[in-house]
């Protein structure tokens, strides 16, 4: 509801007659603009996990035109769980919805991090120069593996929270599911994925890990010289701006 905006309510108070509606109609704008996106984004994930033997082979479906048709149906069904909030228990629904994907971003970036980590081991281990990469993290390995123990203990926490809410010292089921759901709906995807394809591997080993696979076809000679020339450039560089280009 646009017109619930704490902008539009304070240009209301204000006594400005035409900018309600100017601002009503950007946040409007924004709105479509974001469930565009977020559809584009999500058509094309659902079709390329159909490419990749991850989902249903259907939808991998690409029409003539490029566009994954399946995937832009399905995105579509599950845009509609936007009219739930008609719903006279909106807030409750959303609450469910949300504890769906909470979590998700923490998993998310815990699984980079470790991707990060075991392909700089799986370089090291199979002879491999870190001169064959465009970028480098700054931080190297470590910064993920900061990053994996401080998400290890966000979720640590979260899972006391949602176990023992605040001020009550007895578990609670409801509140639990409603913020720790996201990592059932995980592990149940995990655990059907392993059964249906029966792929009982915890872990690919280092050793055989594919370093090369969906590379581009660059010309590291010619990178290496451009970034040499940037080194020599950033080193006639001012400390500050060296500084400011190095962390920003």
Not at 58 to 64: E, F, G, H
């Amino acid at each position: 509801n646009a017109s619930a905006s704490p902008f539009v309510i304070a240009i209301k108070n204000g006594g400005v007659k035409v900018l309600p509606s100017i601002f009503n109609a950007v946040i409007l704008i924004s709105v479509i603009s974001v469930g565009n996106s977020a559809v584009y984004g999500c058509s094309r994930t659902i079709q390329s996990l159909g490419a990749q033997g991850l989902g249903p082979e259907i939808l991998s479906y690409v029409d003539r035109k490029g566009r994954p048709l399946a995937g832009l149906v399905m995105a579509a069904i599950f845009g509609l769980l936007c009219f739930l909030s008609a719903y006279k228990d909106q807030g409750e629904v959303f609450g469910w919805l949300l504890s769906v994907s909470g979590l998700a971003t923490i998993f998310l970036w815990f699984n980079i991090g470790l991707c990060h980590v075991r392909f700089r081991m799986a370089m090291k281990l199979q002879g491999r120069s870190t001169d064959e990469l465009v970028f480098t993290a700054v931080s190297g390995i470590w910064g993920s593996i900061y990053s994996m123990c401080l998400l290890l203990l966000v979720l640590g926490v979260q899972f006391w929270v949602a176990l023992f809410p605040i001020g009550s010292n007895k578990p609670k089921a409801k509140n639990f599911f409603q913020n720790y759901l996201g990592s059932i709906v995980i592990l149940v995807f995990y655990v059907t994925h392993k059964l249906y394809y029966r792929n009982w591997r915890i872990y690919v080993p280092l050793a055989e890990i594919d370093l090369d696979s969906g590379r581009r076809e660059t010309d590291m000679e010619m990178i290496r010289a451009e970034m040499e020339e940037e080194k020599q450039i950033n080193r006639e560089l001012p400390i500050y701006k060296r500084l400011w280009k190095y962390w920003c």
